[in-house]
């Protein structure tokens, strides 16, 4: 198993190997009492996750790419009935129609299309996911700033950076330490969904750049006395650069703007 399961690059593999971080990883991914009813983990590995993972589910699917891992993901697991490991690209399997959950230790080089994948899940309720610190960091606003993505997607999805992972948790060591990154689906959207559209075209045109200024490349498709309104509303300061906004003021804005 050892010899078989050398990390690959081309995966982009780092095997979470300390006990503690993948203990804390499940129960950030699982915080209450009762197991949810199904899970869905990326990239079991060689199982360390999917270990601490199995007693806070009723259901849990191990997807793993790498033919080399899968035998002895079964055998480690062929006792606990509940979960049943599948040899497959988690990205190519159609999401549940039934809520479930997603988590697991992300390889980073397929870190944004792991999330493009929960985002589109109509029936997910939450994804956990240990991922490269920086793409953490800048996804849930922790540099001070904020993405295209997390503000296009913020009313109906909450984003949260929950913990940092020091790198010599894995093996191989990568360069950099990590990230758990926390994206829950909102029981009460922010918007309606008749808004979806009006919003992403909204908040694609505020970052579609002029200079950085929000303000300059909103007035492209509305009057500037329109934007100066939504700006004094949302408290903004007409020389923002687009980064510097969050999701709450772009919700005031939009407000203004559609009204």
Known sequence: MARSARASR???????????AA?????????????VPLLLEVGAGKGALTRALAPRCAELRAYEIDPRLVPGLRTRFAGTPHVRVVGADFLAVP?????FSVAGNVPFSRTADVVDWCLRAPALTDATLLTQLEYARKRTGDYGSWTLLTVR????HEWRLL?????????????VDAGIVRIERREVPLLDAGACPGWRRLVELGFSGVGGS????????HPRRRVDAAFRAAR???????????????LRVHEVLTA
């Open 163 to 175: 913990a940092r992972v020091g790198r010599h948790s894995f093996r191989p060591v990568p360069g």
């Open 153 to 156: 997607s913020w009313p109906w």
């Open 10 to 20: 081309a995966l982009s593999q780092n095997f979470l190997t300390d006990r503690a």
């Open 236 to 250: 903004l300061d007409p020389g923002a650069l687009v980064g510097e906004v969050s999701p709450g003021r772009w």
């Open 95 to 99: 999401p549940p129609r039934t809520p």
């Open 214 to 221: 929000l303000h300059a490349s909103l007035r492209r498709a």
């Open 23 to 35: 203990e804390r990883l499940a129960r950030l991914a699982v915080p209450h009492r009762h197991p």
